[in-house]
């Protein structure tokens, strides 16, 4: 089918379809749709599969249009409106462009494993149309009838490619537009009514669902609408007052119109939830305009306030009064307040952590630390054990060792008390040890502690005395935090991480995050304790990989035909003789290229098939020609002796019983043959008689 068009076209009809015309196509052309699939298919050659079919009605990049327009006569805009790609143009700008996110977005919307239809529709225009392959409409939106996807007649279920639009069963083959009767009608319920408007609408090419906004993107225009109709048509933007939304897909959608964050996006489901919770049609979303007031206070970023430090709390901290304090713009949710803090300092000198309660604006001590080291003292000075204190007040048992270790350290305690907390000696390599538990600030003080113990054999008065030194808790509070985020600082070692994967991947190399961090001229270690770093490495690592079989598949593939063409053609082919040639064993091929099994089965089948055909027409010419020898030799003609002519002597055993079967038959053509032959003869002499007569 190469550089031709039909000389039949189809003209698309209204909601129609592109498979459906291509089926149409072919059916008028008397040619196979896969046919047509194959010439203007562009994609993997592993995809060519009929199962996979429905991919033409949303794929529009396994598709060359050119191609399919010379061949049908139809327009580039009139094919694209034949497919999901008018769904996708109203999301994004450019749908080729966000291919991936495109194809996500509709695969998850539409019916693949079956072909639905309304069997009116069908009967009257003989077409397919778009909008029934959507997974929630399931009644006709002309004669509100349950969508189908059997034939009538046999009940088989349609696939996604019908030949010649009829039944796929052998023994039915009925066309799907012979209908005699359809009762299945009942009228559409309000819900039904208003997703099937909108799924018309989506798919009308002609139909806009939003306009650019301040020189902004398509989706970040329909995000800005989405907000605004969640909100109630504010004129400015709060996102408290924002309904339907969670907070976490409030303040991603904010993020990405501000161009600061592209994690979440817009999507099918989302508008449908907005347009649910507002009451509202998509005609009246599609006409809403947004006012400029809105939009500036919505791109607005505000300068948050933070307050300056007052001074230390504790009784005990040496510079109460002028302590430079230590600033962490991290947030602080404390268990028992139920608040959060947005920001807070840290004394440098005592360690406590305080901020501003966002409530009252009031400077405190937002761990309550200080009254719980005051009560623990007491207790303590009391004579009472660290489990006698852990249960007295119903803390664990390593946080009260952890405050005893600080009481200690910073000689909070009696002389005779503090005895029982104090280690015997201080490394001078303190800070040097801590950095080898690999943990941080936040983590679990029974956690490090276990660590300690398992590297150092400390014993937990010793670590909590340890843990409390100034030069320990320095380095804890300035030691970078593993965070699932990173942190601004750390976001331009990410990008430089990211530009050096993608150079390596073009260069064809193998990644690991060790040539990661030699090419970037930095230690395996760094990059170690960024989790980011590392995911980008193994999900490009997934990645290389993935084309690495696609592109071995390939090469087998061609191996395998390779095999076939230059094996004897009379000769059938093994499974294990295509292993040996291959060089790779059936668990390995089994394990990463399943569909290759059932490639290379067919193709044998296919030869094996086209082998036996031959030997069956070589043993058959050898038959008849027996036959013949022996009526020339007046031989009595039976199975026995056409066998023996033949070479074999035991005919009736069970190994020649398909032999036996074929000579049997042949005798039979033969003998009835020979009396045609005779009653043509026959009558032959006695029309010469008659004349002879009549003479």
Known sequence: MKNQSFALRPIPKFGESISSVMLRAAT??????????????IGREHMLRTHLFYRLDYDFRMVCFDKLKELLGISLDSLRSLSFFTVCSKFLDSPFQDYDRASTMIQSAIEKGKRKYCPLCFKNEKVFKLIWQVKSINSCEVHGCNLISHCLCCQSPIEYKSDNMCCMNSNCSSY???????????????????????????????????????????EKSLALKILYVAQNQENKYMRKNVLGIGQTITKSLVSFIRGTSENKKVNIQLLFDVLDLSSMTIEEFANIKIPNSYIQSILEIKKRRVELPQYCLSEWCENSESSTFIFKDERVEPRNSKIRYPYYYICPNCFLRYSYHPASKRWTEID?????????????????????????????????????????????????????????????NLVMLFKMLDCDYRSYHGSKYKLAKELFMWDLKTFSYYYAHTIVQSFFVNKVPKLKKPLKKNRNIQNEAEECVSKLIDDNIKLSLSKVAVALKRSEGTFKTYHEIKGIVRTAKEKQLTEKLISEEKELRKKIQDFIEIHDANKRILMSEVYVYLDRKRDYILKNYPELISYMKSSIKHFNNKVNKRIVNEKVTLIKSAIS????????????????????????????????????????????????AEAVSGEISDDKCLNIVEK
């Open 368 to 428: 309550n630390r200080i009254e719980l080291l005051v009560t623990v003292r007491k207790f303590a000075e009391e004579g009472m054990t660290r489990l006698e204190i852990a249960r007295e007040l119903k803390i664990d048992f390593f946080k009260t060792s952890e405050l005893l270790g600080y009481l200690a350290y910073n000689q909070l305690l009696t002389e005779p008390i503090a005895r029982r907390f104090i280690a015997n000696s201080v490394p001078c």
């Open 28 to 41: 008028l052309n008397g040619c196979d749709a896969m046919e047509i699939w194959r010439y203007v298919y």
């Open 176 to 218: 799907l537009w012979d209908v005699f009767e359809y009762g299945d009608i009942s009228d559409l319920s309000l819900d039904e009514s208003e997703n099937l408007a909108r799924w018309l609408f989506l798919i009308n090419p002609d139909q806009e669902l939003t306009r650019n906004y301040n020189g902004m993107t398509m």
């Open 629 to 676: 020898d022996i009526e020339v030799n007046q031989t009595k003609l039976s199975v026995a002796t056409v066998a023996k002519y033949l070479g074999i002597k035991y005919i009736h055993s069970n190994g020649y019983k398909h032999i036996k079967k074929m000579i049997v038959q042949e005798i039979d053509n033969f003998i009835l043959l020979s009396n045609k």
